[in-house]
């Protein structure tokens, strides 16, 4: 049995109005018989309370082509479990589904149908967001935007590029709606998002066409039912994730918890032994965060260091876009769990986001696409910084801003897309704004090699992608604004940093292993970087061989051969503005130097833009393992996977190491310190704090008190140039003492060292000098009992000079 048209009609409770509604759809399909064929009218009773099946069957007596169906309990299940019933039952060649209270007129059939015929598609909805369509009876205005709002977050987190998805009337290829209308679960509201996804991604066109609409009086829809779809919607996204994505992520999560395995296991006393200061200062950064935000201060800027001029934060890595959400965290916890949850949680999102981006984009193969992920976010790059540098290990935006950046390529919806990159874009700049620089250096080198090799994309992508890069502009220069012009110009702001020299990647350092992989050694590793927080390349060079194999055989990609010049363009920049050739005395300029004095690129640490091969890499792999994995070769297949795991067996990351740090001194942890100081007076302790000993930083955000440190950890200006530099501006008794713990020696002490202590000690505005038991601590003692011209005084576990001022004056 078929049928040339079937229109169903789910129905609760509308006694009142059900039988003028079936009588009109009947006299409008009657009166063209030639135009729709045969047809049927299904009408599918909801558990109704009131007379509204006792209506269906009179009109059914009177009609035979109007047909009831009932639920078998009776129970009410809602619209959208209506609705199946009634499609599943229908055997129409066309399936139009219309409310029951005809709010689109049925004489709208004619606009779906000739839209459904002349466009292609296998849906044609109505639509009330079309700028053609005539809204003749509105809403109460209320309603109307609550009801504008809650489709548009249905369309933005559901259905993008469908402005009106609630609209009750639809026109539907019947076998296809049959197939969707099987396939669905959702028994509400929800029920028409579900299908439209369902069209969605089977590939079946969908098109919007104008209606007339006017508001019904006694509407089943209320204002908080678009609430209630959303909440269906997330069923049903939670629902349609596949095992298997579950379980690459759990592995993801598993991983990185294995790495900091040591470091959760002692969240008391552990800290990072690679990490120098950074552990201290990254933790101080939470802990000052949540004050801030507790007592409602300013977040980008504090004196609790470097007292009195205090600390600009926004020019520090604070990563305010998780140090804020995470207060709660940091307040009840302490910030050394928040540090742990950044690490580990950071860095296994940072997986799952680059999963997420190679599997939607590149690979059909979702193991492949977890390998490709693994080597970007787990290269040996990335487990260097992960000992220090959570700015650099927390990238779950970046891949979410490429995919955004390829989706303004394809040009479907650019505003929105383009409005979206700019949020993005934002939240990454308070996550950390290098790695976003350098994702951005790596996304222009990719586009313009591809532009090169595929022109004819290039002329169609260039234009709605230089559109919404312009709209992302608009959005984010806004709100970066204020932030930006603290960072740049506020109190305690500087120009660019000093790195030193030794910043540039060693070409040797690509193909050795890094101190904390499989293969590598610190013997080998540490010459040939910054420190182990900058570890920047030691890809090893099983892998570059294997990824230089890879592009060769793939050369005839497009997309690879742009990964390659990324690749190989990034690996040049990273050697610095100047690098020695391995195994000679020939030093070279690199290609770096033209861009080092650059406005922002002038801070960049320039062996860090080698991270940009992490992702290339694993891309690369992710292709390779794509294809191998459907080749009918099965020894080529298997040699192939040999290959690859060969190549990441080297570079497999070890737990980090842990050491125990001392715990901050009872002088601190019982408050003795207050009654030396004032609040307009600071700790001073010598040697003072900074990027070789940043111990006081902890003894300030393990505790509860609040005192202001002289010196410390951070980046702020120095010189009339206001040059960046880490820590506080030296000063001769800070320098001087720094001397003595480096050498034991105790030097001669005068009277003009000993004013000069007393005018370093008034510009600190110090209340109480501390030294705390250590290296070389009897010849500092001697040497400050010199410079203050008395005996210090032990209290707490350390020794003490009240130094400050009448009344702290």
């Known amino acids: ?105 049925i004489e709208e059939l004619d606009r779906l149908d000739q839209q459904l015929a002349t466009d292609h598609a ?135 918890f294995l790495l900091y395995r040591d470091l959760w296991a002692d969240l008391d006393r552990g800290y990072l032994a690679d990490a120098g200061q950074d552990q201290n200062q990254w933790e101080w950064f939470f802990r000052v965060t949540a004050d801030n935000v507790t007592a409602l201060r300013n977040p980008l800027f504090t004196t609790l260091q470097n007292f009195p001029d205090g600390v600009n934060l926004m020019a520090n890595t604070v990563m305010l876009g998780l140090s804020v959400p995470l207060t709660p965290v940091t307040l009840l916890l302490g910030p050394t769990v928040t540090w742990a949850l950044v690490l580990t949680v950071g860095l296994a999102a940072t997986a799952v986001s680059w999963y997420w981006l190679i599997a939607r984009r590149l690979v059909a193969n979702r193991w492949a696409a977890a390998v490709g992920a693994a080597v970007a976010a787990f ?84 234009r709605p992608l230089t559109r919404g890069i312009l709209i992302g502009l608009a959005v984010c220069l806004p709100l970066v604004a204020f932030p930006l012009g603290w960072q740049f110009f506020g109190p305690q702001s500087y120009a660019s940093v000093m790195h030193g020299s030794n910043t540039g990647n060693s070409p040797l350092a690509f193909v050795e292993f890094a101190g904390r992989s499989l293969w590598g050694s610190d013997e080998i590793a540490d010459p040939l970087a910054m ?44 050697l610095g503005v100047k690098f020695r050739i391995p195994y000679t005395d020939i030093t070279l300029t690199g290609p770096w130097r033209a861009l080092a004095h650059q406005p922002l690129l002038e801070s960049v ?26 080749t009918r070769a099965r020894a080529f297949r298997a040699v192939g996977l040999a290959a690859v795991a060969a190549a990441l067996l080297p570079v497999v990351p070890t737990p980090y190491p842990v050491r125990e740090r001392a715990e901050p001194p009872s002088f601190i942890t019982a408050g003795l310190y207050r009654s030396y100081i004032t609040e307009r007076e600071s700790v001073v302790t010598f040697p003072l704090p900074g990027p070789g000993d940043a111990d006081p930083l902890y003894w300030q955000s393990s505790t509860d008190e609040h005192f202001s440190l002289a010196g410390g950890y951070f980046n702020g200006p120095w010189g009339p140039d206001r040059i960046g530099i880490y820590g506080s501006v030296p000063r001769h008794t800070s320098n001087l003492l720094g001397r003595v713990r480096d050498s034991g020696r105790v030097p001669e002490i005068g009277p003009r060292w000993r004013e000069q202590a007393r005018l370093d000690l008034a510009s600190w505005r110090a209340g109480v000098v501390v030294l705390e038991p250590g290296y070389n601590a009897e010849a500092l003692y001697r040497t400050l009992e010199k410079l203050l011209g008395k005996s210090g005084e032990r209290v707490g576990g350390v020794w003490v000079w009240d130094v400050g001022a009448p009344g702290g004056e």
């Open 1 to 105: 049995m078929s049928v040339d048209l079937s229109v169903v009609v789910p129905a609760y409770n509308e006694e009142t109005r059900l039988r003028p509604t079936l009588e009109a759809i009947r006299a409008y399909l009657s009166k063209e018989p030639e135009r729709w064929g045969d047809w049927e009218l299904i009408v599918v009773d909801d558990g109704s309370t009131d007379a509204t099946a006792e209506i269906a069957r009179e009109l059914a007596a009177e009609e035979p082509r109007i047909h009831l169906v009932v639920a078998g309990d009776g129970a009410n299940r809602g619209k959208g479990d209506a609705l199946r019933r009634g499609v599943l039952a229908s055997y129409g060649h066309r399936v139009l589904v219309t409310d029951a209270d005809l709010a689109t007129p």
């Open 122 to 256: 296998t849906a044609a909805i109505g639509s009330r967001a079309h700028p053609d369509s005539r809204i003749e009876v509105h809403q109460w205005r209320v309603r109307e935007w609550l009801g504008r709002l809650g489709n548009g977050l249905i369309r933005t987190v559901a259905v993008p590029g469908i402005h009106d998805t609630q609209c009750g009337f639809k026109l539907f290829d019947g076998e296809r709606a049959r197939a969707a209308f099987a396939d669905s679960r959702l028994d509400g509201w929800g029920i028409d998002v579900e299908i439209l996804r369902f069209f969605r991604r089977a590939g079946w066109p969908v098109t919007e066409v104008p209606v007339r609409w006017s508001h019904q009086e006694g509407s089943k829809v209320r204002p908080l039912d678009y609430g209630r779809v959303l909440l269906e919607i997330a069923r049903l996204r939670a629902r349609s994730i596949r095992r298997t994505d579950v379980l690459i992520a759990t592995l993801f999560l598993l991983c990185s």
């Open 379 to 462: 290269a040996p790059p990335m487990i260097s910084h992960g000992n220090a540098h959570p700015n650099f290990l927390v990238l779950f935006m970046i891949p979410v801003i490429i995919d955004r950046a390829l989706r303004l390529c394809e040009g479907r919806a650019v505003v929105r897309d383009g409005v979206l990159l700019g949020l993005f874009a934002t939240y990454q700049i308070f996550l950390g704004e290098e790695p976003l620089l350098l994702a951005a250096m790596g996304m222009l080198l990719f586009a313009l090699a591809y532009a090169v090799v595929r022109r004819d994309i290039a002329r169609q992508a260039w």
């Open 531 to 574: 420190n182990r927080t900058e570890q920047n390349a030691f890809f090893g060079w099983p892998l570059i061989t294997l990824a230089a194999v890879i592009v060769v055989v793939l050369w005839r990609s497009a997309l690879v051969k742009a990964l390659a010049f990324t690749a190989l363009v990034a690996a040049l920049l990273s």
């Open 605 to 630: 640490i320039e062996s860090r833009v080698a991270m940009i091969c992490a992702p290339v890499l694993g891309i690369l792999l992710a292709l390779t393992v794509d294809r191998l994995v459907v």
